[in-house]
């Protein structure tokens, strides 16, 4: 099969854990015989400091024209701490989430048997853990109204959905579930918010059309609370824009480590998979962040992007393994640690072999 990549390394440990991303990706297409073509785009805000713009019209041309994306991270500390900054690197990620008309972020939480000693909860209470969060991405406040007053002393954000983001949503949510465990939880906060509402209701009217799957209701505060408390009776969680972005973050860390959780982002154009960390500055160019996140984002590529499923369960067991075999950077390593590098080159061995 033709696979035609775009490759967006973006800031920070990016580039580092893209290339380890991309030696599992040849070692892959090698091993199956798949035709692998790539190419480089500029994002955030390396994109800025090149070309002023932090998703310039070329690197979307890319994405338009290839069958998947695979996305580093974004992000500089040189904006973080100026709120006056107009341009953003953040704005490039959204700004490629809108255009590609990615309305759906996959963010699985999946625990490993080997790492269960890193979670911060008891092991009983995250062994087995797995579970789907489906984050709506185009939408909310992310995206609504936003300003200032005159006087610049008042600012605002809009929260704004339509019944047609939310049934999209709500839809991918039901496959999802009737795929898995059979369970929806809706997350929302529909005890004070009017967009809330109109999820729910909008959940309510497509419940009778999903018989076989039992739809469950949460307010955003409670999720926030059960993840931690009972992370195993989740099974597909479906949620608004910045509440996917929170719940996910502390869903990661149950797992041992925010370095390890991909995602798929999906829509209407070329689907984009990114790690749901961020770009960790304090590590860039060091070689010890860890790129596990990235390579299973490949893994989600194989599968989401081209429908190649054992292609994605060889990235994965040959991630496994190399935990099974401590090959594990410094953040989940007890001995020990391994660079970004090695662990990417021991995996991409691993699947070659
Ligand atoms: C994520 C990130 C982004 C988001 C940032 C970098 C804009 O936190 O993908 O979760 O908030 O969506
Ligand atoms: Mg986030």
Redesign the pocket.
Known sequence: MKLNIAILPGDGIGPEIIEQAMKTVKAVANKFNHELKYEYGLTGATAIDQVGDPYPAETHELCMKSDAVLFG???DPKYDNNPKATVR??QG??AM?KKLGLYA?IRPVETFKSLLHKSPLRRELVEGADFVCI?E?TGGI?FGEKGRSEDRNTAFDTCTYTREEIERILKLGYEFAAKRGKKLTVVDKANVLETSRLWREVAQEMEPNYPDIKTEYMFVDNAAMQIIQWPKNFDVMVTE??FG?IL??EASVITGSLGLLP?ASVGIHTSVF?P?H?SYPQAAGKDIANPIATILSAAMLFEYAFGLLDESKVIREAVAASMEAKIVTEDIAEGKAYKTSEVGDWIANYISK
């Open positions: 991270a974004i992000g690197p953040e990620l959204l989430r972020n984050r991405l992310y824009n910045m972005d996910t973050d995602s990114e749901i961020g």
